[in-house]
Each structure stands twice: as structure tokens, then as C-alpha cells.
């Protein structure tokens, strides 16, 4: 693996950590952040298998991959605006999926459209964007299973 690829997982992974002390910033400034409601688990293993090595390439291969490539059909009708287009609709779908409140919802807009970019991103350095992408959002979850 290349050093440009490792310092961009690592960059990628730095801004989505930033990017959630920021939305958790507003959220707990507006007194939202007990509103948010996440996922609930049987017991610690179920947590770490899910959020750690399921979500990671599940939630790639559905939210960032699958759209990128179900758009791709609408590439000639989207010209120019493909990339942004596919943003939109990725991190929308992206933050849809996680249906633990609307707050939570609302909350994943900015961090699924990052991961959109991000597989845009390692999808023209690299032949694995999805593999290097699930690598970013493992290191996202981790984090935030250390720290909460």
C-alpha cells in the first residue's frame, strides 16, 4: 500500500472524527445530543461485530459503492454535475439508513457526504475504494467506541 494511500485514510479519518465533535457540538449546544437516540445492542460483542467490521463494509458497498455505480447509468444526463449529484443522493441515502431519530438522521447529512467524496476519492487512486473507504469509517466507529 502506497504512503499517499495510508496518509489519506488517515486524513479522511481525521476529518470525519473533527466533522463529529462538530455536529455533536451543535447538537448538544441547541440541547439536541439526548435526542439523538442511536443504535441499541444486545451485548458488547454484537456492538463490536456490528460497528466495527459489518457497518463499515456494509454501508460502503450499499451507500457509497452501489449509488456510485446505479448513477453512473444517469451519467450522460448529469453531465458535469455526476459528482455532485452523486453526493447528494449518497449521503442522503447514507443518512436515511440510520433511522434512530430524525436528529440522528440530520446528524449523518455532512459525515455521509465526506464518504461519498472520500469513495470518489480512493476510486481514482486506487482499485479499492470501497476496501480503503470501509477502512476510514472502521477507524471513525473505533474512535467513537473508545471514547464514548
Same mark, same amino acid.
Given at each position: %500500500?502506497?504512503?499517499?494511500?495510508?496518509? *489519506?485514510?488517515?486524513? +479522511?479519518?481525521?476529518?470525519?472524527? /473533527?466533522?463529529?465533535?462538530? /455536529?455533536? #457540538?451543535?447538537?448538544?449546544?441547541?440541547?439536541?445530543?439526548?435526542?439523538?437516540?442511536?443504535?441499541?445492542? /444486545?451485548?458488547?460483542?454484537?456492538?463490536?461485530?456490528?460497528?466495527?467490521?459489518?457497518? =463499515?463494509?456494509?454501508?460502503?458497498?450499499?451507500?457509497?459503492?452501489?449509488?456510485?455505480?446505479? %448513477?453512473?447509468? +444517469?451519467?450522460?444526463?448529469? #453531465?458535469? +454535475?455526476?459528482?455532485?449529484?452523486?453526493?447528494?443522493? *449518497?449521503?442522503?441515502?447514507? *443518512?436515511?439508513?440510520?433511522?434512530?431519530?430524525?436528529? @440522528?438522521?440530520? #446528524? %449523518?447529512?455532512?459525515?455521509?457526504? !465526506?464518504?461519498?467524496?472520500?469513495?470518489? @476519492?480512493?476510486?481514482?487512486?486506487?482499485?479499492? =475504494?470501497?476496501?480503503?473507504?470501509?477502512?476510514?469509517?472502521?477507524?471513525?466507529? !473505533?474512535?467513537?467506541?473508545?471514547?464514548?
Amino acid at each position: %500500500m502506497s504512503k499517499k494511500i495510508i496518509f *489519506s485514510i488517515f486524513l +479522511f479519518s481525521i476529518a470525519s472524527i /473533527i466533522l463529529n465533535h462538530i /455536529i455533536g #457540538g451543535i447538537f448538544e449546544y441547541f440541547g439536541l445530543i439526548n435526542k439523538l437516540n442511536g443504535p441499541k445492542f /444486545i451485548n458488547e460483542t454484537q456492538k463490536i461485530l456490528l460497528v466495527l467490521v459489518i457497518a =463499515p463494509l456494509v454501508e460502503t458497498a450499499l451507500y457509497q459503492a452501489l449509488i456510485y455505480y446505479l %448513477m453512473k447509468l +444517469f451519467d450522460p444526463f448529469l #453531465g458535469n +454535475f455526476y459528482n455532485f449529484a452523486y453526493i447528494v443522493v *449518497s449521503s442522503f441515502s447514507f *443518512s436515511l439508513f440510520h433511522s434512530y431519530s430524525i436528529y @440522528y438522521q440530520i #446528524g %449523518m447529512i455532512l459525515p455521509g457526504a !465526506l464518504l461519498a467524496y472520500g469513495f470518489l @476519492y480512493f476510486k481514482k487512486i486506487s482499485k479499492y =475504494p470501497i476496501l480503503l473507504l470501509s477502512v476510514v469509517h472502521f477507524l471513525h466507529n !473505533l474512535y467513537i467506541l473508545i471514547t464514548e
